[in-house]
């Protein structure tokens, strides 16, 4: 069934410890049990509103001008929009009546091929991880080469 898109307001914060967006309503309102659509340059969610909440407190349903709270399932981002989907009325079409197809013989199976096993390979060995030489001899090396400086000058 089609559904339209109309924009509810943006997300002016996400919380990712509690997965919670932080919705400011500009244009239309949300309650619990509607199909909203949160939309940005690298989000695409859509999920059904299960909680709504305002100041910390649980509401069914909220208008444009509020601030809420919404658990999501997934990661957004400040400046996504947030769209509720309605669905669309219109002329319902009855979809065609399925034709009943003639029934097909069955063609004799043939036997598969056999696959060859292929020899698992073993895993491959890390490379030993290179560690900066220590403090200590760093410092030699620095006063070896700034002795050599001076006895050149």
């Given at each position: 069934m089609p559904q339209e898109r109309k924009k509810v307001g943006e997300v002016f914060h996400f919380?990712?410890?509690?997965?919670?967006?932080?919705?400011?309503?500009t244009d239309d309102g949300i309650a619990i049990g509607d199909t909203v659509q949160i939309q940005g340059p690298s989000t695409n969610l859509e999920q059904t509103v299960e909680t709504l909440q305002i100041e910390?407190?649980?509401?069914?349903?909220a208008g444009p001008g509020q601030e809420v709270g919404m658990k999501v399932r997934d990661r957004v981002r400040e400046k996504?929009?947030?769209?509720?989907?309605?669905?669309t009325e219109g002329p319902v079409r009855a979809p065609p009546p399925a034709k009943a197809a003639p029934p097909k013989k069955a063609a004799?199976?043939?036997?598969?091929?056999?696959?060859?096993?292929?020899?698992?390979?073993?895993?491959?060995?890390?490379?030993?991880?290179r560690r900066k030489a220590s403090p200590a001899r760093r410092s030699?090396?620095?006063?070896?080469?700034?002795?050599?400086?001076s006895r050149s000058r």
């Open positions: 919380y990712g410890n509690i997965g919670v967006a932080a919705i400011r309503l910390h407190a649980d509401v069914s349903r996504d929009f947030v769209y509720k989907l309605v669905p004799p199976k043939k036997a598969a091929p056999k696959k060859k096993a292929r020899a698992k390979k073993a895993p491959r060995k890390k490379a030993p991880v030699k090396a620095r006063r070896a080469s700034r002795r050599s400086r």
